[in-house]
T-cell receptor, first 113, second 113 residues
Framework: EAQVTQNPRYLITVTGKKLTVTCSQNMNHEYMSWYRQDPGLGLRQIYYSMNVEVTDKGDVPEGYKVSRKEKRNFPLILESPSPNQTSLYFC????????????FGQGTRLTVV | AQTVTQSQPEMSVQEAETVTLSCTYDTSENNYYLFWYKQPPSRQMILVIRQEAYKQQNATENRFSVNFQKAAKSFSLKISDSQLGDTAMYFCAFRYNFNKFYFGSGTKLNVKP
């Protein structure tokens, strides 16, 4: 089954404790992205990747890191999480071409206390 | 900068009736793509319909159709014969370059029995 898999689905952590949210897709898509969803703001892009070892900042990259060492994986790293990073996070992948839609993971609900 | 505006934070409709969700966007690009995504309480992001900006014909997918007005930069979603399973948050999205997606703030649709 074609899918984007994120882990974990729920995470509660403390301020300053490094964490990683994993994302994996099995569709051989070139493009992968991370978004955060906040009430009243919709989804905002954090980082995106056009292929292995090629990443770029989205609209809200501060406080986040990403890497793309393999085509299928695109982890999101919070080196020192803060309470304002409490949010719902989505990973998405898509094929090349502007007409293709993004396929989303199930979401990760992160709470930083 | 690209922006997507959904001016209706919340809407209600009776089962079997028709409802229209509004979306406007701002861009200087000529070639781009528009999408409507549905997010039910499960949080999964599900593609409802997409429209290529170069196509004048409005896209339809079963009970879902769009009214695309390129000059007015408007992209509304019409849901006919509303069903209880249509209850969800709906996001309008715009894509113009590689992996750059822009999302509106969402419209929460409640279908009443």
């Amino acid at each position: 089954e074609a899918q984007v898999t994120q882990n974990p689905r729920y995470l509660i952590t403390v301020t300053g404790k490094k964490l990683t949210v994993t994302c994996s897709q099995n569709m051989n898509h070139e493009y992968m992205s991370w978004y955060r969803q906040d009430p009243g703001l919709g989804l905002r892009q954090i980082y995106y990747s056009m292929n292995v070892e090629v990443t770029d900042k989205g609209d809200v990259p501060e406080g986040y890191k990403v890497s793309r060492k393999e085509k299928r994986n695109f982890p999101l790293i919070l080196e020192s999480p803060s309470p304002n990073q409490t949010s719902l996070y989505f990973c998405a992948s898509s094929r090349g071409g502007e007409w293709t839609e993004a396929f989303f993971g199930q979401g990760t609900r992160l709470t930083v206390v | 900068a690209q922006t997507v505006t959904q001016s209706q934070p919340e809407m209600s409709v009776q089962e079997a009736e028709t409802v229209t969700l509004s979306c406007t966007y701002d861009t200087s690009e000529n070639n781009y793509y528009l999408f409507w995504y549905k997010q039910p309480p499960s949080r999964q992001m599900i593609l409802v319909i997409r429209q290529e900006a170069y196509k004048q014909q409005n896209a339809t997918e079963n009970r879902f159709s769009v009214n695309f007005q390129k000059a007015a930069k408007s992209f509304s979603l019409k849901i006919s014969d509303s069903q209880l399973g249509d209850t969800a948050m709906y996001f309008c999205a715009f894509r113009y370059n590689f992996n750059k997606f822009y999302f509106g703030s969402g419209t929460k649709l409640n279908v009443k029995p």
